[in-house]
């Protein structure tokens, strides 16, 4: 008996309609370990621990009628060699290597025939030039899930003590909807454990963004605004409001081709070190160094640093949601203070702005907006996305990874690092990732805006080796 369809969230179709060749809507990550990954146990690991889940067997049906929604359903032909490669990385092998085959990834979008999720297990990785270790490069939809749910399928994948046997693969017959009791347990595990590792979810309400407008268009009820609705109403005309960000380099008309680079996992002793003597949180550290390294790449082409805002995703999941797929995140707007020449008033400027955000309700609102879109037509669509597109130059990640090492396929994992789309046709994506006691920044460009991010890095690293000195 064939399983029945199920139309996309509002939210999820949203991400499906704003997929554009210049500005793929997927979230990609690598990861590293010190040798190569066993295929075979990868494969395994898959058909036991994902495969057991609809979504990914499924594939996206956007039906040719005039406002009919998308749809999941199953794909006929599902093939797992059609979503886990293995490719060989190119002379010299090293690191440059690497991020150039992430940016090609990254530059391509996803099948839609299929279900919109790939892997690619990288041959003949060597970073230090002489030892051959692996890579891992994940690509999943945002129709599919967001970044944190991204961080909960890698978990899932993961194990916290090296050389545990590889899995069975599921052979059974028991169905998706049936999974058999021991994988569901240890599914239920690794859903408990995301949520400890990751950390939670804001426990917030919201309404319908609908409500939110016509509480501005219906002028017989501002009494009923001021009681149910005056924290939201404000919220969403801040956002519609808020004036555009300045012209900078990092603004402009996007290509397809992007680009990618991370630095090198920086130890969290040093950074809570820093956190101590100046104040606030690694998060607030982290971002100050980022926005100086922003100041230093403008300084260097000879532009005036001029503050710009951020769009940073604010996790909305609860504790008992964090192995769900899906997004349920929503949008605050960070001013970065490029234009501040002290470091310390930088860093003190970002901890201010940083804690006046903290309780706005600027993340539910604008949840709900991409709700709304996904359930507007097309052309509304791309007026709101224009519209919010003014109000940010960049998108900045933070999220809290496992504090302690995993392992995958039996391979301790080095490092990893992952990076969203930019919605609203943003050309510049920021990742602050934590993990086993280390901290990373990533960056992702426009080729055609900034052809080398290593640069962006560069000037990260200058920041960071300034603000350590404080120490």
């Not at 944190?148 to 916290?160: P, Q, R, S």
């Not at 963004?209 to 919220?235: K, M």
């Not at 990618?260 to 998060?283: C, F, K, Q, Y």
């Not at 901890?351 to 996904?374: I, N």
Request: hydrophobic letters at 45%; proline letters at 8%.
């Amino acid at each position: 008996m064939s399983k029945p369809i199920t139309p996309l969230s509002n939210v999820d179709a949203a991400w499906l309609k704003m997929e554009d060749p210049t500005n793929l809507m997927m979230v990609t990550g690598v990861l590293t370990f010190p040798r190569p990954l066993d295929m075979a146990y990868l494969r395994a690991l898959i058909e036991s621990r994902l495969l057991q889940f609809d979504r990914f067997r499924q594939r996206v049906v956007r039906p040719a009628l005039p406002f009919a929604p998308a749809y999941w359903e199953p794909d006929p032909h599902f093939n797992l060699g059609a979503h886990l490669h293995c490719v060989g990385l190119p002379h010299p092998r090293d690191k440059g290597a690497l991020q150039r085959l992430v940016s090609d990834l990254m530059s391509t979008g996803l099948d839609f025939s299929k279900p919109l999720w790939q892997m690619h297990v990288v041959d003949g990785y060597c970073p230090d030039g002489r030892h051959e270790g692996g890579a891992l490069i994940v690509r999943l939809h945002h129709a599919l899930a967001d970044g944190m749910a991204l961080v909960g399928v890698l978990l899932a994948l993961t194990e916290m003590v090296p050389g545990a046997l590889p899995p069975m693969a599921a052979a059974s017959g028991v169905g998706d909807d049936e999974a058999a009791p021991g994988r569901l347990s240890s599914w239920e595990a690794l859903q408990w454990r995301t949520a400890t590792m990751v950390g939670k979810g804001m426990d917030v309400g919201r309404r319908a963004v609908i409500e939110g407008l016509e509480s501005y268009l219906n002028s017989d009820r501002p009494r009923q605004l001021a009681e149910q609705g005056a924290d939201y109403a404000h919220a969403l005309s801040k956002l519609v409001l808020r004036a555009p960000d300045p012209p900078t380099p990092f603004r402009g008309r996007l290509g397809v081709a992007k680009r990618v680079a991370w630095s090198r996992p920086l130890p969290l002793g040093e950074v809570n070190a820093m956190r101590r003597a100046t104040g606030g949180t690694v998060n607030d550290l982290m971002t100050s160094a980022v926005t100086g390294g922003l100041r230093r790449y403008l300084e260097a082409r000879g532009e005036v640093p001029a503050d710009f805002r951020a769009a940073v995703p604010v996790n909305l999941r609860g504790p008992n949601e964090m192995g769900a797929l899906g997004n349920k995140f929503g949008l605050v707007f960070l001013d970065l203070p490029v234009s501040v020449v002290d470091q310390r008033r930088r860093l003190d400027t970002v901890r201010f702005r940083m804690e006046a955000l903290k309780g706005s309700p600027e993340a539910p609102v604008s949840l709900d907006v991409l709700a709304a879109v996904g359930f507007s037509a097309q052309a509304v669509q791309d007026a709101v996305v224009r519209v919010i597109g003014t109000k940010a130059t960049a998108v900045l990640t933070n999220v809290p990874g496992p504090p302690i090492p995993l392992y995958l396929a039996g391979q301790p994992i080095d490092s990893l690092m992952f990076w969203v789309p930019q919605s609203g046709r943003l050309g510049l994506g920021i990742s602050i990732l934590s993990y086993a006691g280390s901290v990373a920044v990533g960056v992702a460009t426009d080729a055609g805006l900034v052809p080398e991010p290593d640069e962006i890095v560069l000037g990260f690293y200058a920041e960071y080796d300034e603000l350590l000195g404080l120490v």
